[in-house]
Nanobody, 123 residues
Framework: QVQLEESGGGLVQAGGSLRLSCVVSGRPFPNYAMGWFRQAPGKEREFVAGISWSGSSTGYADSVKGRFTISRDNAKNTAYLQMNSLKPEDTAVYYC????????????????WGQGTQVAVSS
């Protein structure tokens, strides 16, 4: 049974940083793309960042380019999202996802999802 578990969310002031982690269990080989999505109150879930299975290719939403960095450590079955220069509009529940398709810098149709971690940015 595949499970994804996020951690690292919290409350931070504008301009601050957070690092989210996502541990994947139940997968013997890390040959799958991964990504991060977020959902703010009253809004639809949106793509934030994606990464290929090898980690050699990444992609980002325009709203986070230059501020967020996605990475992964396949030896630890873990993906990360380093978030710098946070803004109040980054406040949302952040979800980790795996499998699906990653190409052209975009990440589509993930199969597995974590339960989410709350990020709140105060002004």
């Amino acid at each position: 049974q595949v499970q994804l578990e996020e951690s690292g969310g919290g409350l931070v002031q504008a301009g601050g940083s957070l690092r989210l982690s996502c541990v994947v269990s139940g997968r013997p080989f890390p040959n799958y793309a991964m990504g991060w999505f977020r959902q703010a109150p009253g809004k639809e879930r949106e793509f934030v960042a994606g990464i290929s299975w090898s980690g050699s290719s990444t992609g980002y939403a325009d709203s986070v380019k230059g501020r967020f960095t996605i990475s992964r450590d396949n030896a630890k079955n873990t993906a990360y999202l380093q978030m710098n220069s946070l803004k109040p509009e980054d406040t949302a529940v952040y979800y980790c996802a795996s499998d699906g398709e990653f190409h052209g810098g975009d990440y589509y149709y993930p199969t597995f999802w974590g339960q989410g971690t709350q990020v709140a940015v105060s002004s």
